[in-house]
């Protein structure tokens, strides 16, 4: 089955840089990757999500870029804010039926003023 | 907006007992999930349900089982809670109209400690 791993586990930045996050998969079939962000007490909110025949794709501050070929994905977000301080998942969706995800570990992002 | 509601924030139960989670999406979507969160582990499926009265197991459905007798409502049970089912558990649900692999809406979660 699919196998979804994230990198880095913990991240820091200084508000306003940039913070990336790395994720790789293992099933070539897969062809959805959401990216979810958890703020403290609260359950998973979508942020962003790409489709495997779309290489890169942005929303405001936040991008997405994916290599088929290398089987990765990346999430970017520009100009770091406090409120971007929360846990972000990766996911991998292949072709099967209801859309079952494999998740990643998750990612811990500070962002210190 | 999507609502993915779980009736318990937090649940305190003990060894043995028989422990139901209740999870209702108001968005009539067909598909519903339930996942465990650990910390270093993200996201663990332990069931999942396309449709009324069907069920999937997903990747971790032992010691627990699932009921859904109406569209919009998934329900977890721990037949007989033991101390490692302590855990955060997550309700999604999404839908399968329209383009394949829609996403997933969760809810946020019901935190159960098994002494």
């Known amino acids: 089955g699919e196998n979804v791993e994230q990198h880095p586990s913990t991240l820091s930045v200084q508000e306003g840089d940039s913070a990336v996050i790395k994720c790789t998969y293992s099933d070539s079939a897969s062809n959805y990757f959401p990216w979810y962000k958890q703020e403290l007490g609260k359950g998973p909110q979508l942020i962003i999500d790409?489709?495997?025949?779309?290489g890169e794709k942005k929303d405001q501050r936040i991008a997405v870029t994916l290599n088929k070929t290398a089987k990765h994905f990346s999430l970017h977000i520009t100009e770091t804010q406090p409120e971007d301080s929360a846990v972000y998942f990766c996911?991998?969706?292949?072709?099967?039926?209801?859309?079952?995800?494999?998740f990643g570990a998750g990612t811990q992002v500070v962002v210190t003023p | 907006d999507v609502k993915v509601t779980q009736s318990s924030r937090y649940l305190v139960k003990r060894t043995g007992e028989k422990v139901f989670l209740e999870c209702v999406q108001d968005m009539d979507h067909e598909n519903m999930f339930w996942y465990r969160q650990d910390p270093g582990l993200g996201l663990r499926l332990i069931y999942f349900s396309y449709d009324v009265k069907m069920k999937e197991k997903g990747d971790i459905p032992e010691g627990y089982s699932v009921s859904r007798e109406k569209k919009e409502r998934f329900s977890l049970i721990l037949e007989s809670a033991s101390t490692n089912q302590t855990s955060m558990y997550l309700c999604a649900s999404s839908t399968s109209s329209g383009v394949i692999n829609q996403p997933q809406h969760f809810g946020d979660g019901t935190r159960l400690s098994i002494l």
């Open positions: 790409i489709r495997s025949n779309v």
């Open positions: 996911a991998a969706s292949g072709t099967d039926s209801w859309g079952k995800l494999q």
